[in-house]
């Protein structure tokens, strides 16, 4: 099963703020990512937090980690139709080959 | 900087029919990924190429074959194809260092179809 886990679904109204949350079980985590995929594309990676940060702000975006619960969250402020999307989080495991363990995706709507 | 490029993008297979799926960087990576992206399950990783000249099975190899064809390519083979494999694929590419914040960039998918 998944280590990293996500709600499927948030919907939004434009001008909002949107939060997504994520959970993960490793604790030897060292960063944790937060990837957008629009429809038909790949994934982008947005930001990423380092494990001993507790938030960390980038524009519109603003991530905080709760290492103790190991709970991860996206904030954007502001949320455009632009942002609707699904967005993946990400556990980085201090390993020799960087494996990545994501989250099923949480589908962003964006409504006007 | 064409980062990571994945052909072909759409791809419609009849039962038993083979076929290799081809990714390429120019980012000078040397770790790579094969995922599948199936609805409700984000992204499980196929095989993973950690160098150049080694490859590892992930959490669902069944079914499917890599080989890590120089440090720029690593191609993913379905020797003989099955509905189950119906599936979006992504490969990805990451500049191994050790405890470092280095993503893995993804490539846009190819789309599998087989009946």
């Known amino acids: 099963g998944e280590d990293v886990e996500q709600s499927l679904f948030l919907s939004v109204r434009e001008g909002d703020s949107s939060v997504i949350n994520c959970t993960y079980t490793?604790?030897?985590?060292?960063?944790l990512y937060w990837y957008k995929q629009e429809p038909g594309a790949g994934l982008q990676l947005l930001t990423y937090?380092?494990?001993?940060?507790d938030m960390k702000q980038d524009q519109r975006l603003t991530v905080l980690l709760n290492k103790k619960d190991k709970h991860l969250s996206l904030r954007i402020a502001d949320t455009q139709t632009g942002d609707s999307a699904i967005y993946f989080c990400?556990?980085?495991?201090?390993?020799?080959?960087?494996?990545?363990?994501f989250g099923a995706g949480t589908q962003v709507v964006v409504t006007p | 900087n064409a980062g990571v490029t994945q052909t072909p993008k759409f791809q419609v297979l009849k039962t038993g029919q083979s076929m290799t799926l081809q990714c390429a960087q120019d980012?000078?990576?040397?770790?790579m990924y094969w995922y599948r992206q199936d609805p409700g399950m984000g992204l499980r990783l196929i095989y993973y190429s950690a160098s150049e000249g080694t490859t590892d099975k992930g959490e669902v190899p069944n079914g499917y074959n890599v080989s890590r064809l120089n440090k720029r390519e690593f191609s993913l083979r379905l020797e003989s194809a099955a509905p189950s494999q119906t599936s979006v694929y992504f490969c990805?590419?990451?500049?191994?260092?050790?405890?470092?914040?280095?993503?893995?960039?993804f490539g846009d998918g190819t789309r599998l179809s087989i009946l």
């Open positions: 990400a556990e980085s495991i201090n390993d020799s080959w960087g494996k990545f363990q």
């Open positions: 990805a590419s990451r500049k191994q260092e050790t405890n470092s914040n280095q993503p893995q960039h």
């Open positions: 980012m000078n990576h040397n770790s």
């Open positions: 937090i380092f494990s001993n940060m």
């Open positions: 490793d604790s030897s985590s060292t960063y």
